[in-house]
């Protein structure tokens, strides 16, 4: 069970480091707007994962409960569907680029409505979630329903501790990009490595 979610945090914590969409945007409004700004936008976006977590957590567990069958089916597109985002990823440029240029600056109450409505809005971050949770169910006893919440508020937990340190950190690391171009290629290599293990953890 410890080596399930610990596994689990692990691999939230590598994809929550990752360049992507949602950690290029708090560090633009943390440099923009100010560390508190980022830090908005950062509870905006893991508000926006308990919407994720609920709908995957009651759909997914009566999909357990009432056709194992179509569960199994789930659990092979989740594994296709990682298996096609370590594609994606490979086929993308490892530099990490981000710009300040005309960002609006906008209150911290604009900001978490702005972080909140992108993670509940992106229909990825659904498919993300089924795909992704299903894999870490941990035990036999315990309500699945249960178990994607505590997955959930762990996925939640790690990403907020490492999107704030961004927010927080904001201007040492876009130096620190700036002058280490090799740091996107080491990103972007362990995200692949993270999406085709949790695919093999499923077909396997």
């Known amino acids: 069970m410890l080596e399930t979610l610990f596994s689990f945090v692990l691999a939230t914590a590598t994809l929550a480091i990752s360049p992507g969409p949602d950690n290029i945007f708090v560090l633009t409004q943390s440099i923009v707007n100010g560390k508190k700004y980022g830090l908005a ?38 594994a296709g569907y990682l298996l096609y985002l370590a594609f994606q990823v490979y086929k993308s440029d490892a530099k990490i680029a981000f710009s300040t240029e005309g960002v609006e600056k906008k209150s ?33 006893s315990i309500s699945n329903v249960v178990q994607f919440y505590v ?27 700036k002058q280490n171009a090799q740091i996107g290629v080491y990103l972007k290599w362990a995200q692949i490595i993270v999406f085709i293990g949790i695919a093999a953890l499923i077909l396997i």
Do not use: R
């Open 108 to 140: 911290t109450l604009q900001l978490f409505k702005t972080g909140f409505w992108m993670n509940v809005l992106n229909p990825k971050v659904t498919i993300f979630f089924l795909a992704f949770f299903p894999q870490f169910l941990f035990s036999d």
């Open 151 to 177: 997955l959930g508020g762990l996925f939640i937990l790690t990403s907020f501790i490492i999107f704030s340190t961004i927010a927080l950190l904001a201007g040492s690391i876009s130096t620190y990009i």
């Open 41 to 78: 936008t950062v509870a905006g976006l893991m508000t926006g994962c308990i919407i994720h977590t609920t709908l995957v957590a009651f759909g997914v567990s009566e999909i357990i409960k009432q056709n194992p069958s179509l569960f199994f089916v789930i659990k092979l597109l989740g």
